[in-house]
């Protein structure tokens, strides 16, 4: 993510379960539910951007092996305190290659973490290689049903600047499905549903999830 975006991170990650809870962030749960049935038993799962694993206990907690990533060092200290993965590996997402090996991963998983990074291309690619042929992509964006006070910044992609200071992206769906299909991922499963509520602004943000499969 942007050198701006990380640091807040870093500063924001003793509050963050706090701010999720507050929020009533649906994600972790929506990304279990939709996609545990794309995966197979005893798999492998990297989650990209772990943060303090908040969308890897229901995962950690049906039997799979988990391996985080995250570009906060603070985050993963809370994440290692919970003993939610098997592996922790300190990394900033938008740095390609990852440290990790080809074909090494049956899963991965990114929830709540592309809206803070740009570009999101090297990503998907990354993700390509390190998953095992059949491999499951499952992961979440925000969606552009809502552009106001956004500025378009290139094709299928939109910015903005929070009040805190944090750099915002949006992706259209017809820019995340050409990710998808330049690294040869086919969707299984797509929704959109109310990721969280803000209510110090009483806004609603939706996000989209899509479950893909390598073909």
Not at 99 to 108: M, V
Request: proline letters at 5%.
């Amino acid at each position: 993510m942007p050198e701006t975006n990380l640091n807040i991170v870093r500063k924001f990650a003793k509050d963050y379960d706090k701010s999720i809870l507050k929020n009533n962030w649906t994600g972790p749960k929506i990304i279990f539910d939709e996609s545990k049935v794309f995966i197979s038993p005893k798999s492998k799962i990297v989650d990209l951007g772990i943060g303090t694993g908040a969308s890897s206990v229901l995962f950690q907690q049906a039997g799979y092996k988990i391996t985080g990533l995250d570009g906060s060092p603070e985050m993963l200290e809370l994440c290692k305190k919970k003993q939610i993965a098997d592996k922790l590996v300190l990394h900033n997402l938008e740095k390609t290659p990852f440290p990790l090996a080809k074909n090494i991963f049956e899963t991965a998983i990114s929830n709540g973490v592309l809206h803070l990074i740009n570009p999101v291309k090297s990503i998907f690619s990354e993700v390509a290689r390190i998953l095992k042929p059949n491999g499951i992509f499952a992961f979440t964006f925000d969606n552009t049903d809502n552009v106001l006070s956004y500025t378009k910044i290139k094709p299928g992609v939109w910015e903005t600047k929070t009040q805190d200071g944090v750099f915002v992206y949006k992706y259209s769906e017809q820019y995340i499905l050409q990710l998808l299909l330049q690294n040869n991922f086919e969707i299984e499963k797509q929704k959109q549903f109310l990721a969280y509520t803000n209510p110090e602004l009483q806004k609603k943000f939706n996000f989209t999830l899509i479950v893909a499969k390598m073909k």
